[in-house]
């Protein structure tokens, strides 16, 4: 069994994984504010913690992933009356473009997808139980949390509480009693609302996780929580005061963030005018490509996309794809069946040391890269039972890094193809040769 490390942001340090429940993982990881086509960097966590939960999986691990979807946000309300549309139509509309990217990622769906509006009457009794315990209070129908009232704010973020409250002096709220006091309820009469004791209005953002954890694991209490570094604060920060003032806990053992997404060396924000879609990256490259850019860096360092990065990654997932589809062809003509291979165990075992070293796929991929060098020289020199050990094991190395499989089934007309090819060589009719093999070439067979 290998012992699986990750990286713990609330002790900042590298841990080795030990389950709240034996043999079991559960993961929350936070999804999108659907109010708009997602970005790459979006992509990030969707894939980063794709591959966790692959190798889990592969380690005997029963892995209950939880994801959520945001459906109410003043962003959203403001898209809505933008498009002139309900916020149901557009929630529903960028739902199901974020579900696309990820079925084009070949990312797993998560077991549970709850939705925030799904959970409002356990997101209002959640805020009337802080308000009975002392840490929330209510003031013109907002409800905001009493921060002064939790020793160790801050500790995940590992900020300053001073430095914090200057900050937030900047846009103070003076119906506060203190500025880093967060919202918990919002009282609207713009957009969606719902009935409270307190008025008419919606939740607050940092409420909603909390609440959708505990209606799937009724103590609170997961492994894993997930989500880009940008989330450290305020949003899972405010998470792990709720949860401490409510339940005594912090929700998971390991909270674990992703590095951000920079374009062409420069930060993806709208001011800058670099905001790249996922949509787009997908439609150019495909799934697997972007998926190997994504994973071509250590998670938590910083990924920069340029034009340059993804044509680059484009070229070698051909190699990659190229040299397991010329194997899988050779392996037909030759009636090989390259699952009745040997694993190449070294080999593997290298791989997953690499992801359960706080998932390292960089280097993971490196050993792919090696293989497939390995793999390319054996077609030439028509070495088949090494490459069947090699491509079975690639083929396991692929999957639990998330990509579609790589597979080729020769029709009849494929292979008579190959037998005419082999015939007009042997006739030394190279034209004729040269012909088919031109068509071998457009069907990716040769």
Request: proline share 2%.
């Given at each position: 069994?290998?012992?699986?490390?990750?990286?713990?942001?609330?002790?900042?340090?590298?841990?080795?994984?030990?389950?709240?429940?034996?043999?079991?993982?559960?993961?929350?990881?936070?999804?999108?504010?659907?109010?708009?086509?997602?970005?790459?960097?979006?992509?990030?966590?969707?894939v980063v913690f794709d591959?966790?939960?692959?190798?889990?999986?592969?380690?005997?691990?029963?892995?209950?992933?939880?994801?959520?979807?945001?459906?109410?946000?003043?962003?959203?309300?403001?898209?809505?009356?933008?498009?002139?549309?309900?916020?149901?139509?557009?929630?529903?509309?960028?739902?199901?473009?974020?579900?696309?990217?990820?079925?084009?990622?070949?990312?797993?769906?998560?077991?549970?997808?709850?939705?925030?509006?799904?959970?409002?009457?356990?997101?209002?009794?959640?805020?009337?139980?802080?308000?009975?315990?002392?840490?929330?209070?209510?003031?013109?129908?907002?409800?905001?949390?009493?921060?002064?009232?939790?020793?160790?704010?801050?500790?995940?973020?590992?900020?300053?509480?001073?430095?914090?409250?200057?900050?937030?002096?900047?846009?103070?709220?003076?119906?506060?009693?203190?500025?880093?006091?967060?919202?918990?309820?919002?009282?609207?009469?713009?957009?969606?609302?719902?009935?409270?004791?307190?008025?008419?209005?919606?939740?607050?953002?940092?409420?909603?996780?909390?609440?959708?954890?505990?209606?799937?694991?009724q103590d609170g209490r997961?492994?894993?929580?997930?989500?880009?570094?940008?989330?450290?604060?305020?949003?899972?920060?405010?998470?792990?005061?709720?949860?401490?003032?409510?339940?005594?806990?912090?929700?998971?053992?390991?909270?674990?963030?992703?590095?951000?997404?920079?374009?062409?060396?420069?930060?993806?924000?709208?001011?800058?005018?670099?905001?790249?879609?996922?949509?787009?990256?997908?439609?150019?490259?495909?799934?697997?490509?972007?998926?190997?850019?994504?994973?071509?860096?250590?998670?938590?360092?910083?990924?920069?996309?340029?034009?340059?990065?993804?044509?680059?990654?484009?070229?070698?997932?051909?190699?990659?794809?190229?040299?397991?589809?010329?194997?899988?062809?050779?392996?037909?003509?030759?009636?090989?069946?390259?699952?009745?291979?040997?694993?190449?165990?070294?080999?593997?075992?290298?791989?997953?040391?690499?992801?359960?070293?706080?998932?390292?796929?960089?280097?993971?991929?490196?050993?792919?890269?090696?293989?497939?060098?390995?793999?390319?020289?054996?077609?030439?020199?028509?070495?088949?039972?090494?490459?069947?050990?090699?491509?079975?094991?690639?083929?396991?190395?692929?999957?639990?890094?998330?990509?579609?499989?790589?597979?080729?089934?020769?029709?009849?007309?494929?292979?008579?193809?190959?037998?005419?090819?082999?015939?007009?060589?042997?006739?030394?009719?190279?034209?004729?040769?040269?012909?088919?093999?031109?068509?071998?070439?457009?069907?990716?067979?040769?």
């Amino acid at each position: 069994m290998h012992d699986v490390r990750v990286y713990n942001s609330l002790k900042d340090s590298l841990e080795v994984f030990k389950p709240i429940r034996e043999k079991e993982v559960s993961m929350y990881v936070c999804g999108p504010t659907v109010y708009g086509p997602v970005h790459i960097g979006n992509m990030r966590p969707v894939v980063v913690f794709d591959v966790l939960k692959r190798l889990f999986k592969y380690l005997g691990y029963k892995v209950t992933h939880i994801s959520n979807v945001t459906d109410v946000d003043d962003k959203i309300i403001a898209a809505a009356i933008r498009e002139k549309i309900s916020e149901l139509e557009l929630t529903k509309k960028y739902a199901e473009s974020y579900f696309k990217c990820l079925e084009e990622l070949n990312v797993e769906k998560a077991e549970y997808t709850p939705y925030v509006t799904e959970n409002m009457d356990g997101i209002i009794k959640f805020i009337a139980d802080l308000i009975d315990k002392g840490f929330a209070y209510e003031v013109n129908g907002d409800v905001y949390f009493r921060v002064s009232k939790l020793e160790g704010y801050g500790k995940l973020s590992n900020l300053d509480i001073e430095d914090l409250k200057v900050g937030a002096r900047i846009e103070e709220n003076l119906d506060k009693e203190n500025p880093l006091d967060f919202t918990l309820w919002k009282k609207t009469d713009v957009g969606i609302n719902w009935d409270s004791p307190w008025s008419k209005g919606r939740p607050g953002w940092h409420t909603e996780c909390v609440v959708m954890i505990n209606n799937i694991y009724q103590d609170g209490r997961i492994d894993i929580h997930g989500g880009g570094f940008d989330l450290k604060f305020p949003h899972h920060e405010n998470e792990i005061a709720q949860s401490l003032a409510l339940h005594g806990h912090r929700i998971a053992t390991y909270w674990m963030h992703n590095g951000f997404v920079n374009i062409d060396n420069q930060k993806m924000s709208k001011s800058l005018g670099n905001v790249r879609l996922a949509k787009d990256f997908l439609e150019t490259y495909g799934g697997s490509v972007v998926r190997l850019a994504l994973l071509s860096t250590h998670y938590r360092a910083p990924l920069n996309f340029t034009d340059e990065v993804m044509n680059s990654n484009q070229v070698e997932y051909t190699k990659i794809e190229n040299a397991i589809r010329l194997a899988k062809v050779r392996f037909q003509l030759n009636n090989i069946d390259y699952q009745n291979a040997d694993l190449l165990e070294d080999k593997l075992n290298d791989f997953i040391n690499e992801l359960a070293d706080d998932l390292n796929t960089a280097n993971a991929i490196s050993i792919i890269f090696a293989l497939v060098k390995d793999l390319n020289l054996d077609i030439r020199r028509n070495k088949l039972d090494s490459s069947a050990r090699i491509v079975k094991t690639l083929d396991i190395m692929l999957d639990v890094l998330g990509f579609k499989a790589i597979d080729v089934v020769l029709t009849e007309e494929d292979i008579e193809l190959f037998n005419k090819y082999h015939e007009a060589k042997s006739r030394k009719d190279f034209a004729l040769s040269d012909s088919i093999r031109e068509v071998l070439m457009e069907r990716k067979l040769m």
